[in-house]
């Protein structure tokens, strides 16, 4: 079938656009005066416009493994978001820009809107990965999902101007990308969408407890002969793992979220697998701590 081209779409009342092309799903919304808000949704749909072919003919480049020692080159405004939130996290060897790809699609819209027109709050959702703005005085109470594969939401966070907050991820091994984890659910904040989309990305990839015969993996390509992934292997099932098992797991993502806070990579970080949760970012996930992991066992990490 013949790529159509970019694909818009407004809400009724005028309130959500819809942006599609190809594997981008963007919903946007802004709050603000009619005239503001009219620019800031022509601005992202000129931002739109020919992104994803931008992003295809730096494709090989992106799909390539980050080398701390060489600086990947690349020109597109996505392309160059995607390295340089990649790039924080290059010690990891598996790791290709490729992993923040979904966040700095929905930092460069929102970037355009921002640029275009004064506005009260501002959102791009990009299938989960979410760049937001917020005016002084304002906040967003957004929603978080414990377990993708039911859909509901298990708990919410109240993020103000104040807080720094700008991006949300989540990852996990029901989510549109391929993990080396086992985690249902990582969500991480942090001050761009890029950023916390690589860095839930491996999160989730270590949550994780290595070779086990209630978990069963096959190699990335097997799946998709497309992924950047390559020969890797890849979660595609988990079985019936004891409590003890699902401590270690998140034991392990957590130490890493804790390593990525220390270091002012992200704000915080929510882990979930199997019923338990965890989670990292001292006064930001206070009441996340407290609403989130309400429902669930909380990991006894100490």
């Not at 802004?30 to 416009?49: H, I, K, L, Q």
């Not at 990891?92 to 809107?113: C, I, K, N, Q, R």
């Not at 070779?211 to 799946?223: D, M, N, V, W, Y």
């Not at 002969?225 to 797991?249: F, K, N, Q, W």
Request: aromatic share 2%; net charge negative.
């Amino acid at each position: 079938m013949p790529d159509l081209g970019p694909a818009v779409a407004q809400s009724a009342a005028g309130d959500r656009l819809h942006l599609q092309h190809g594997p981008i799903d963007l919903l946007i919304e802004c709050d603000g005066d009619s005239d503001s808000c009219g620019s800031a949704r022509r601005a992202a749909v000129e931002c739109f416009d020919g992104l994803l072919e931008q992003l295809v003919e730096e494709l090989a480049v992106l799909r390539m493994p980050l080398d701390p020692a060489v600086p990947m080159v690349v020109t597109g405004p996505v392309a160059r978001r995607m390295v340089a939130a990649s790039s924080r996290h290059s010690h990891d060897g598996m790791l290709t820009p490729m992993s923040a790809v979904a966040g700095a699609v929905a930092d460069e819209v929102a970037s355009s809107m921002a640029d275009a027109a004064r506005l009260d709050r501002w959102m791009v959702n990009n299938g989960g990965d979410i760049a937001f703005g917020l005016a002084a005085g304002q906040s967003y109470r957004l929603g978080m999902v414990i377990d993708p594969r039911r859909g509901e939401i298990g708990s919410a966070v109240e993020l103000d101007a104040r807080s720094g907050v700008r991006g949300i991820a989540t990852s996990g091994r029901h989510g549109r990308s391929f993990s080396l984890g086992i985690a249902d659910a990582v969500s991480v904040f942090a001050t761009s969408a890029a950023d916390a989309d690589v860095a839930a990305t491996i999160i989730a990839n270590r949550v994780d407890v290595g070779a086990h015969p209630e978990i069963e993996r096959r190699p990335a390509r097997q799946l998709d002969p497309d992924s950047d992934l390559g020969e890797i292997p890849v979660t595609i099932d988990v079985g019936v793992l004891t409590t003890d098992e699902v401590r270690l797991a998140l034991h392990n993502g957590l130490g890493y979220a804790e390593r990525c806070v220390d270091r002012g990579l992200i704000s915080g970080a929510v882990l979930h697998l199997g019923g338990m949760a965890a989670a990292t970012g001292s006064e930001l996930l206070t009441e996340i701590e407290q609403d989130a992991l309400s429902g669930v066992r909380r990991v006894a990490l100490s």
